[in-house]
């Protein structure tokens, strides 16, 4: 699913807007996990959601076995 970021903070919550308008919010520990340093607000992010809770977030292009086409 791709979403836009609405704000992030260092240990905060990372709150994105999903393409169908929903606000949801990823976890210190998700955004951790993503090995992301930073995303800005208004940048293009994939998000995985289980049960209204974002578990993965990355950028396409960025991460293990991924390449930017």
């Known amino acids: ?3 836009t970021v609405f704000s992030h903070a260092p ?8 393409d169908d308008g929903l ?3 990823a976890q210190p520990h998700v955004f951790a ?3 992301l340093r ?3 607000p208004g940048q293009r992010v994939s998000i995985t959601v289980e049960d209204g809770v974002v578990t993965r ?4 292009g960025i991460g293990d076995g991924e390449t930017i086409g």
């Open 33 to 35: 996990a993503s090995g």
């Open 23 to 25: 606000r949801l919010q």
């Open 1 to 3: 699913m791709q979403a």
């Open 38 to 40: 930073f995303v800005r």
């Open 11 to 18: 240990d905060s919550p990372t709150v994105v807007v999903t």
């Open 57 to 60: 977030l990355w950028i396409v």
